[in-house]
Nanobody, 123 residues
Framework: VQLQASGGGLVQPGGSLRLACAAS????????MGWFRQVTVKDREFVGT????????SYADSVKGRFTISRDNAKNTMYLQMNNLKPEDTAVYYC?????????????????WGQGTLVTVSS
């Protein structure tokens, strides 16, 4: 199983980025997926999750109303649209996949992890 996160970069406060997570070797259309982020030496923080069908999503309070998760099962890809970015959103963002189809907020619910993509929000 491989999860390849992409789309990170440097953006000014108030700007937008769209991250993508391409999956291979995974029954993607049956898998719950999630986004987490990590700042050095801190625990991996939940950002958002989406169920296998896309009907159920959940977000951390810190990103609610600014970030949107979506998925395209035909392309085996999940997305994270990030708007109105703030300096405190700076982190390495990881995508994760579960063997099960629900929407999960705990890192321990995920069995597969991508390599991470760095998002830096700075003027």
């Amino acid at each position: 199983v491989q999860l390849q996160a992409s789309g990170g970069g440097l953006v000014q406060p108030g700007g937008s980025l769209r991250l993508a997570c391409a999956a291979s070797g995974l029954a993607f259309s049956n898998s719950g997926m999630g986004w987490f982020r990590q700042v050095t030496v801190k625990d991996r923080e939940f950002v958002g999750t989406i169920s296998w069908s896309g009907r159920i999503t959940s977000y951390a309070d810190s990103v609610k109303g600014r970030f949107t998760i979506s998925r395209d099962n035909a392309k085996n890809t999940m997305y994270l649209q990030m708007n109105n970015l703030k300096p405190e959103d700076t982190a390495v963002y990881y995508c994760a996949g579960s063997r099960y189809g629900g929407a999960y907020t705990a890192p321990t619910s995920y069995h597969y992890w991508g390599q991470g993509t760095l998002v830096t929000v700075s003027s």
